[in-house]
């Protein structure tokens, strides 16, 4: 079955720092991978995916993850945050080939302060 | 743009009673998912449709949960006879099956069961 581990439930940075939020994986085979934002009172927003090729993945707002298969991890990066950026991630595996049912992570909450 | 739509946005119900929520996708995408998230925690499966058909339940829809998706537009999930523990945000997707790995959320509807 697969899962995914978020070790962080919650990270603080200051506004202009870098960030790395970590997401490890347990799947089979080559997996599907997600992150998403949550805002609260929103809905998830997906930020960027990976399913093949580069392993090093752009999405939007600036941010950026590395899937790394020795190491089971698929951890997002950005290299300057902002104050809005502050909402809970979501790391999230889908099943190779459909990819219909995706496991989630329990999140990391981040937070900004200026 | 117009996005998934979830209504109610909130509801809150006595323990016992049943209750219906509206999931309506995205107009071109077949695909359609109902996902639950706890407090602290990612969202978990539950279950979708492709078209009016459903192909897949989770263990963690119970006999009193059902979804429809009738005419393979906008589906329903009923949660007969309420529990405490049903309390949760039920969050509905939607993609297109030849991008079955880009769902689309909606912002939710937050049940309350006292």
């Known amino acids: 079955a697969q899962s995914v581990t978020q070790p962080d439930i919650h990270i603080t940075v200051s506004e202009g720092a870098s960030l790395e939020l970590r997401c490890n994986y347990s799947?089979?085979?080559?997996?599907?991978l997600f992150w998403y934002v949550q805002s609260p009172g929103q809905g998830l927003q997906l930020l960027l995916k990976?399913?093949?090729?580069?392993?090093l993945v752009q999405g939007i707002k600036g941010f950026e993850a590395e899937f790394k298969r020795s190491q089971s991890s698929f951890n997002l990066r950005k290299p300057s945050v902002h104050w809005s950026d502050a909402a809970e991630y979501f790391c999230?595996?889908?099943?190779?080939?459909?990819?219909?049912?995706?496991?989630f992570g329990t999140g990391t909450r981040l937070q900004v302060t200026l | 743009d117009t996005g998934v739509s979830q209504d109610p946005r909130h509801k809150i119900t006595k323990r016992g009673q049943n209750v219906t929520f509206r999931c309506d996708p995205i107009?071109?995408?077949?695909?359609l998912y109902w996902y639950r998230q706890t407090l602290g925690q990612g969202p978990e499966f539950l279950t979708y449709?492709?078209?009016?058909?459903?192909?897949?339940k989770s263990r963690l829809l119970s006999d009193r949960f059902s979804a429809e998706r009738p005419k393979g537009s906008f589906s329903t999930l009923e949660i007969q006879r309420t529990e405490q523990g049903d309390s949760a945000m039920y969050l509905c997707?939607?993609?297109?099956?030849?991008?079955?790995?880009?769902?689309?959320f909606g912002p939710g509807t937050r049940l309350l069961v006292l």
């Open positions: 449709f492709q078209n009016e058909a459903q192909l897949e």
């Open positions: 997707a939607s993609s297109l099956s030849i991008r079955v790995e880009t769902q689309y």
């Open positions: 107009s071109e995408h077949n695909r």
């Open positions: 799947y089979g085979a080559t997996p599907y």
């Open positions: 990976y399913f093949s090729g580069d392993t």
């Open positions: 999230a595996v889908g099943a190779y080939g459909t990819a219909s049912k995706l496991t």
